[in-house]
């Protein structure tokens, strides 16, 4: 049996690391948002990883080439033999999911989840009861926290069936990232610095799982630099491939004259929630044409001035799209009539600002946020085991409006709600005070 032992204290490192980040142009924009949200976002969801701030050079012992060769030498060696330095922390995945814990909270007042940090010892144990020899090119660098001594490491162990039995006994559960994101507390900076490497990983790990062959030649490829890129295995071809980032623009359109912005609704939107309009960028197009032309596209609408908001990493899209990168922008509208195109949307409306902080207001995220929280301590303990709990997730809030937008883990609630708070026309106060220093 293999002695599992979770690696909390990670978790409070990275809680102190987070804290000295700085966002400068997010945070200025949020900081001015009313307390009685109850929402202090330093950045957004799966934004701020605190193992990113600084790769180490190729020399340093906790860059990925190096820690790849001390990893591949403490593979062959016996693994419970006392560790020395760097010691390695590996996160599971399954399916996507990454392995998570509710156990070791700091407080039992509330529920709140951790990540599933195996140690290497316990990860090679975990593979070999199942028949599988762990190697180096399994493990993909995540990065490294050189005061912690520690170095951490993702690994897909959705081949392996018999991990789930073993985990689940220590009350260990692989859990959907956007739930664990709907959990996450956006007030709580170890949370959400955990849901930040959890969403890092995943990228990573998908991109892997979809970028077996060279795209040039169809040879198989290999990974490099510790799973950081991959590169053909053919002599003749050594095509470089490195992970993929889809660009995605979001945009707030507002009306400026008569105080109101577009709302839009697609199909698999749950029933009541309406957000911003966004779509991919196409090759050959910069961020302002792209918000131009789907926001045309869309609706109908000519927009005049673009703004800048801020930009968030959404790693929960389809797995054939390992990152989405977010990019928000406000879009001044030119043109006021509204033609939806009922391929793309189900509906789009104005909506006044009134309407739209009820929808803020009304909407119970806090609530939500416990629901789920709750409801991932009970798949950990194994209570309820096998349902799915993904569809409550859907879900995020609303029961009390008669509309209600997306949860602050998406930058649609930061573009709206930036909106609402910051740019009254007719308010002397909201206008020209721009606390936090934002030009908006
Ligand atoms: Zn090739």
């Avoid at 949020?30 to 957004?44: D, E, F, K, V």
């Avoid at 701030?53 to 419970?80: G, M, W, Y």
């Avoid at 609530?367 to 409801?375: D, F, M, N, R, S």
């Avoid at 409550?392 to 209600?404: A, I, K, Q, R």
Wanted: hydrophobic share 35%.
């Amino acid at each position: 049996m293999v002695k599992l032992s979770l690696l909390y204290s990670s978790s409070l490192h990275l809680l102190a690391l987070s804290k000295k980040l700085a966002l400068p142009n997010f945070t200025r924009t949020l900081c001015s948002i009313p307390t009685t949200m109850s929402i202090n976002l330093q950045s957004h969801a799966f934004a701020g990883n605190p193992m990113r701030s600084k790769t180490p050079k190729p020399s340093d012992p906790f860059s990925p080439t190096q820690a790849l060769e001390t990893l591949k030498t403490r593979l062959l060696d016996n693994p419970h033999l006392p560790s020395s330095s760097p010691s390695f922390k590996v996160l599971p995945f399954r399916k996507g999911r990454p392995l998570a814990s509710t156990i070791g909270g700091i407080s039992d007042l509330k529920p709140t989840w951790y990540l599933g940090w195996i140690s290497l010892a316990d990860c090679k144990g975990l593979l070999g009861n199942c028949g599988v020899e762990l190697s180096g090119d399994s493990l993909v660098y995540l990065g490294s926290r050189p005061e912690e001594d520690a170095v951490y490491w993702a690994i897909d162990v959705s081949k392996e069936d018999g991990v789930v039995p073993e985990l689940g006994g220590k009350q260990l559960c692989f859990v959907e990232l956007r739930t664990l994101m709907v959990a996450t507390d956006w007030a709580d900076e170890r949370a959400m610095a955990e849901l930040a490497v959890a969403g890092h990983a995943r990228a990573l790990l998908e991109w892997h799982s979809t970028s077996l062959f060279c795209g040039h030649c169809g040879e198989k490829t290999v990974p490099k630099e510790a799973g950081r890129r991959k590169q053909c295995s053919s002599e003749l071809c050594k095509k470089r491939v490195y992970p993929r980032v889809d660009p995605v623009v979001i945009m707030l359109v507002i009306d400026k004259e008569n105080d109101r912005a577009l709302l839009s609704r697609q199909s698999r939107f749950v029933p009541r929630m309406w957000s911003c309009l966004a779509g991919f960028i196409e090759p050959g197009e910069s961020l302002e044409e792209a918000v131009k032309r789907e926001t045309w596209e869309e609706t109908g609408i000519e927009v005049g001035e673009v703004v800048y908001h801020s930009s968030q990493p959404w790693p929960v899209g389809p797995s054939s799209m390992p990152c989405q990168l977010m990019v928000g922008f406000f879009a001044y509208a030119k043109s006021l009539e509204i033609n939806v195109d009922k391929e793309e949307l189900e509906d789009a409306q104005w909506h006044s600002r009134e309407d739209v902080k009820k929808a803020l207001t009304f909407a119970e995220y806090e609530k939500a946020q416990k629901t789920a929280a709750e409801k991932v301590e009970q798949m950990c303990r194994g209570v309820e085991k096998g349902q799915n709990f993904s569809a409550d997730y859907n879900v995020e809030s609303g029961e009390l409006t008669p509309m209600f937008i997306p949860g602050p883990f998406a930058i649609a609630h930061h573009l709206i709600s930036s909106w609402v708070y910051q740019d009254a026309p007719d308010s002397v106060d909201a206008r020209p005070k721009h606390p936090c220093g934002s030009n908006l």
